[in-house]
Nanobody, 118 residues
Framework: VHLVESGGGLVQPGGSLRLSCAAS?????????MGWYRQAPGKQRELVAA???????TYEDSVKGRFTISRDNTKKMVYLQMNNLRFEDTAVYYC????????????WGQGTQVTVSS
């Protein structure tokens, strides 16, 4: 699966951004668990949000109530709506695809920078 993210940028605290991830190279997109990870300078990559094939979701504690992950299986797209952004949300955000049942993601996007600054 090939993944391409878009939608990053510079935003003020309290602002919003919507990240998009376009998938290609598969006809069974709906069988992938799609996730958004982020990596801030000097920190490890962490899972921000994931959406499973059942459409259930999981979120990292600090983004609960602020971020929403969604997917459109027909368009092979995944989105991350980020509201009420904070300084600490600054990071490179990566889209991931993990085939159902596998322990780790099979594919990663190239990343998109999100900078929260006044």
């Amino acid at each position: 699966v090939h993944l391409v993210e878009s939608g990053g940028g510079l935003v003020q605290p309290g602002g919003s951004l919507r990240l998009s991830c376009a998938a290609s190279g598969t006809n069974i997109f709906s069988m992938y668990v799609m996730g958004w990870y982020r990596q801030a300078p000097g920190k490890q990559r962490e899972l921000v949000a994931a959406m499973y094939t059942s459409s259930s979701t999981t979120y990292e504690d600090s983004v609960k109530g602020r971020f929403t992950i969604s997917r459109d299986n027909t368009k092979k797209m995944v989105y991350l709506q980020m509201n009420n952004l904070r300084f600490e949300d600054t990071a490179v955000y990566y889209c991931s695809a993990k085939f159902r049942g596998r322990p780790e993601p099979d594919s990663w996007g190239q990343g998109t920078q999100v900078t929260v600054s006044s």
